[in-house]
């Protein structure tokens, strides 16, 4: 069965200190790793898509990176508005998508 | 505008009642699904659809159903068998063969 686990649960940071959130994933036959950013009262909203161990994908604050067990959203300098839910899930040869319970990231100005 | 609508916002069921939540997208994707968000938790699977007129079951069916007539609709309905309806409910949708998931932005039932 297809399992996800991110940590931490929440994260507090100060504007400007940068961090790491953590998505462990165990998939038989990865289609893809995603990580979405969830606001309260909202939808999730799509930031990357994985496929393979080594790949890296970048958008403004946020890197994400790929090992074969797990994968990291990376933040550098965040700012307040980067606050938000961050959401990590892995499609496998079930074709539905699997998500972790989310890491609540609250940024201090 | 190209998207996935999802109606209504906010939805008050009595006890016993059936309730339905509106999916609608214009994107021409062929997959939908719908997800269950309880406060602090991640998105549960309740069913998804990947052409028209097919389905299949998520983690968390009992007590929903789901129709899927048309491309571009797949109405979830809350019967009075899901003993729990409270949540947050997210209706999605992907291209075939795609891998990206793109959400609606979700709609709110409450048990009164």
């Not at chain 1, 508005?81 to 998508?97: M, P």
């Not at chain 2, 505008?1 to 069921?13: C, M, N, V």
């Amino acid at each position: 069965e297809d399992q996800v686990t991110q940590s931490p649960e929440a994260l507090r940071l100060q504007e400007g200190e940068s961090s790491s959130l953590n998505c462990s994933y165990t998939v038989s036959g990865l289609r893809g790793l995603f990580w979405y950013r969830q606001d309260p009262g909202k939808g999730p909203e799509f930031l990357f898509t994985l496929y393979s161990a080594g790949e890296e994908k970048e958008k403004e604050r946020l890197k994400a990176t790929l090992t074969k067990k797990e994968s990291f959203l990376h933040i550098t300098a965040p700012k307040p508005e980067d606050s938000a839910t961050y959401l990590c899930a892995v499609r496998g040869g079930a074709q539905k998508l699997v998500f972790g319970q989310g890491t609540r990231l609250t940024i201090n100005p | 505008d190209g998207g996935i609508t999802q109606s209504p916002k906010y939805l008050f069921r009595k006890e016993g009642q059936n309730v339905t939540l509106s999916c609608e997208q214009n994107l021409n994707h062929d997959a939908m699904y719908w997800y269950r968000q309880d406060p602090g938790q991640g998105l549960r699977l309740i069913y998804y659809s990947q052409i028209v007129n097919d389905f299949q079951k998520g983690d968390i069916a009992e007590g929903y159903s789901v129709s899927r007539e048309k491309k571009e609709s797949f109405p979830l309905t809350v019967t009075s068998a899901q003993k729990n309806p409270t949540a947050f409910y997210l209706c999605a949708c992907t291209q075939a063969g795609g891998n990206t998931i793109y959400f609606g932005e979700g709609s709110w039932l409450t048990v009164v």
